[in-house]
């Protein structure tokens, strides 16, 4: 896989989090609230640790 497409994944993935998150809150369901916030979070950093290690390595 290549780099556009994992981080284009990791969009994806950041996205549907956020989604199930709202549809939590509307739900009034505060545990998977809490989950898919914190879930929204961890992709979030894998994507900011992706990129930064990308970063690292481009000018090789």
């Keep these: 896989?290549?780099?556009e497409k994992m981080v284009e994944l990791l969009d994806?993935?950041?996205e549907r989090?956020?989604?199930w998150s709202k549809d939590a809150?509307?739900?009034k369901d505060l545990n998977?609230?809490?989950f898919y916030e914190g879930q929204t979070k961890a992709f979030e950093?894998?994507?900011r640790m992706f990129?930064?290690?990308i970063d690292?390595?481009?000018h090789l």
């Design 51 to 53: 990129k930064r290690n």
């Design 25 to 27: 809150e509307k739900r």
């Design 45 to 47: 950093e894998v994507k």
């Design 56 to 58: 690292n390595y481009s």
């Design 32 to 34: 998977s609230s809490i």
């Design 1 to 3: 896989m290549g780099n």
């Design 17 to 19: 989090s956020e989604r």
């Design 12 to 14: 994806k993935l950041i």
